[in-house]
């Protein structure tokens, strides 16, 4: 449970900070923030597939899961269906709604609870924990966050600090 607690809690303190300071990032540095943290994961994703494929009894498993998800995900629309459903909200709101041209909050905390809940190490992690009680996963998923809270916080506000509850009902 402390690596659930430890990855709320830098939510938590990202959200605050980036909210806090959101003048220090602008979009070129979010960007690369963003980025970086995309390449992190990359990597992490990657350096797991190499360790463990070779000890696993169905290897084709892991493409044939890949290729079932891409066709689910494009023959269900489901990035299309997102984004209709923020369009209307994000249509209708006073320009006083948002910061400084900012996105919407609900666009930011769909986009937070995303990257927060559908992750590898957000799934992973977990039952790593509960199984092995070894928390490296939701620290290493802790740490990832951090960066991203503050990045949503800076461009959406500090209420993404609402994603962290999700988070940790999720884990």
Known sequence: MIGTIVNTATILLGSVLGGTFKRFLNKKLENALLGALGMAAFGIGI???VRNMPDSKYPVLFIVS???EVLCGTLLDIDGRLHRAAAPKAQTEEPSDKVEGRGSLIEGLT??????????LSILGPIEAALRGDHTLLFTNATLDLVTSMVLASTYG?????AAPVLFCWQ
Not at 111 to 120: E, H, K, M, R
Not at 158 to 162: E, P, R
């Open 47 to 49: 350096s797991n597939v």
């Open 66 to 68: 890949l290729a079932l």
């Open 111 to 120: 986009t937070g609870c995303l990257i927060y809940c559908i992750g590898a």
């Open 158 to 162: 500090i209420g993404m600090a609402l």
